[in-house]
């Protein structure tokens, strides 16, 4: 794939190329999804290049399903990369090295590259990367686990998170991200894990009931060793109204 992009760059957008910066949350576990391939040590971001025929939103997804084989999942753009020498000469040189690829006709890959960067947030069990060929690694990866990564792909991946952390302030989480009946400390515990610090429980409970996206159901959770927790599902009406409003509080 990447050999035949580099053959045939007129196709491709010269200078650009999109980064993904995938999350998946279950369980009380936030990974994300990392490559690996057989010419390179170090594991990198689902990334890829901008075709001529496609503007950049669509790319982010067509370069998220070919690395990866996922699909249906909404990307936002939160960022720009640009540094001057952002580019790393060595790892282009790796590329064409094992692709035994002249470096005069792979001078388009060698050049610098702007990245646009884009994240999502999903359940990992329900995404299930393919492998773009068997010599490449794909692996959910715990965040706070990640191995070195190409370029500056640990600046993407750091900034992508800041940018999630700050959207929690904005709108809601949780749809496709819990059990469609599920408890207030279950709730509270996927905004803890993604902010990575402890929250007040009461003050939780307030802020999250004022949002009014939950539903409290008249059922109680099975099989707890101490008093049962409530169950909740959320209002999907109310749900998509606030995601289209935005949330005016903070955690």
């Given amino acids: 794939m990447l050999k035949g992009i580099i053959m045939n760059n007129e196709n491709y957008q010269p200078g650009l190329s999109i980064d993904c910066v995938i999350f998946g949350f279950h369980d009380n576990q936030l990974k994300i999804l990392l490559i690996k391939t057989p010419y390179e040590d170090k594991w990198s971001l689902p990334d890829g290049f901008i075709p001529i025929n496609e503007d950049i939103d669509t790319a982010a997804v067509t370069v998220l399903n070919e690395r990866t084989g996922i699909e249906g999942i909404f990307l936002r753009q939160f960022a720009t990369f640009g540094r001057v020498k952002r580019n790393d000469q060595h790892f282009g040189n790796a590329v064409l090295e094992h692709f035994k690829i002249p470096k005069e006709v792979g001078k388009w890959f060698t050049q610098r590259f702007v990245t646009i960067g884009y994240y999502a947030l999903v359940d990992f069990l329900k995404a299930i990367p393919q492998k ?39 709108m809601p989480i949780g749809y496709n991200l819990l059990p469609e009946k599920f408890t207030m400390p279950e709730l509270q515990k996927l905004y803890e894990t993604i902010l990575d610090k402890k929250l007040d429980r009461r003050n939780f409970l307030r802020k999250i009931n004022n949002i009014g996206i939950l539903n409290k159901l008249d059922e109680k959770k099975s099989n707890v060793a101490h008093k049962a927790p409530n169950l909740y599902t959320f209002d999907k009406d109310k749900y998509e109204e606030v995601l289209k409003n935005g949330l005016n509080q903070g955690w």
Wanted: glycine letters at 0%; aromatic letters at 2%.
């Fill in 132 to 170: 773009e060929n068997s010599r490449e690694i794909i692996e959910w990866i715990d965040h706070k686990e990640v191995p070195e990564l190409i370029l500056d792909h640990r600046e993407i991946l750091d900034k992508a998170l800041n940018t999630l952390r700050i959207e929690l302030n904005l």
